[in-house]
């Protein structure tokens, strides 16, 4: 199904940046693993601090048995629309990263994790999916099911699959169903010295 993308950039960039958005309304069909391995594989190559790459992703691909784990993680309003996702991913970061000296803490452990995650959902893109990340899920109890070790944090959800009809959608959700805009460059990027604006 095609959207359609309102969204202009101000200045020349790939369309791939304004492709990119967050939809909730999915057909349901399932995510192969050799499609899903391709997107991890540009999450490989995103930059880190001293190539540390902290970054791990945790799956469950539609229709088997680890999928209602995954679901059952999502907050109701998220696991009302990730019923209809292909794939579901959690994204992980290592707190600690080596050095000469052993193990110690990373302190971009998050932000090298954020790269890989725009690398993965644009890679999506490029093959024809759409990625819808989410905060709202229990992360607490994901360390747990997923046995995720206590020198790591639980960073962000992932859904995955093919757009289609937002009809099945809440009348709320339907309104959001479109790609969203983004504030104008001079909101945050300053010369010389740092601008409060708005949060």
């Given at each position: 199904?095609?959207?359609?993308?309102?969204?202009?950039?101000?200045?020349a960039?790939?369309?791939?940046?304004?492709?990119?958005?967050?939809?909730?309304a999915?057909?349901?069909?399932?995510?192969?693993?050799?499609?899903?391995?391709?997107?991890?594989?540009?999450a490989?190559?995103?930059?880190?601090?001293?190539?540390s790459?902290?970054?791990?992703?945790?799956?469950?691909?539609?229709?088997?048995?680890?999928?209602?784990?995954?679901?059952?993680l999502?907050?109701?309003?998220?696991?009302?629309?990730?019923?209809?996702?292909?794939?579901?991913?959690?994204?992980?970061?290592?707190?600690?990263?080596?050095?000469?000296?052993?193990?110690?803490?990373?302190?971009?452990?998050?932000?090298?994790?954020g790269?890989?995650?725009?690398?993965?959902?644009?890679q999506a893109?490029?093959?024809?999916?759409?990625?819808?990340?989410?905060?709202?899920?229990?992360?607490?109890?994901?360390?747990?099911?997923?046995?995720?070790?206590?020198?790591?944090?639980v960073?962000?959800?992932?859904?995955?699959?093919?757009?289609?009809?937002?009809?099945?959608?809440?009348?709320?959700?339907?309104?959001?169903?479109?790609?969203?805009?983004?504030?104008?460059?001079a909101?945050?990027?300053?010369?010389?010295?740092?601008?409060?604006?708005?949060?």
């Amino acid at each position: 199904m095609t959207v359609s993308n309102p969204r202009q950039p101000d200045h020349a960039i790939d369309p791939l940046f304004t492709e990119r958005w967050s939809p909730r309304a999915f057909t349901g069909e399932a995510v192969p693993e050799a499609e899903l391995l391709r997107m991890f594989e540009a999450a490989r190559w995103a930059p880190s601090s001293y190539n540390s790459q902290p970054w791990r992703f945790v799956y469950a691909l539609r229709d088997t048995p680890d999928w209602q784990t995954f679901l059952d993680l999502l907050v109701p309003a998220n696991r009302k629309w990730a019923e209809g996702c292909g794939a579901l991913v959690i994204l992980v970061s290592s707190k600690l990263m080596k050095s000469s000296d052993g193990l110690k803490p990373s302190a971009s452990h998050s932000l090298d994790a954020g790269a890989a995650s725009a690398n993965f959902q644009l890679q999506a893109i490029r093959q024809g999916w759409h990625v819808h990340g989410m905060g709202g899920f229990d992360k607490e109890r994901a360390v747990t099911v997923l046995d995720v070790p206590a020198d790591h944090q639980v960073e962000a959800a992932y859904g995955i699959g093919r757009v289609a009809d937002p009809a099945g959608l809440t009348e709320e959700q339907r309104a959001k169903e479109v790609p969203n805009g983004r504030r104008p460059i001079a909101d945050f990027a300053f010369a010389g010295r740092f601008k409060a604006r708005e949060a």
